[in-house]
């Protein structure tokens, strides 16, 4: 898997990892 992910998303997932 690559890691072509905009900076935004990668901020939504990283919001989301730290919820969990």
């Known amino acids: 898997m690559k890691t072509s992910v905009?900076?935004?998303e990668n901020?939504?997932?990283k919001k989301?990892?730290?919820a969990t």
């Open 16 to 18: 989301l990892r730290e």
């Open 6 to 8: 905009l900076p935004r």
């Open 11 to 13: 901020e939504a997932l």
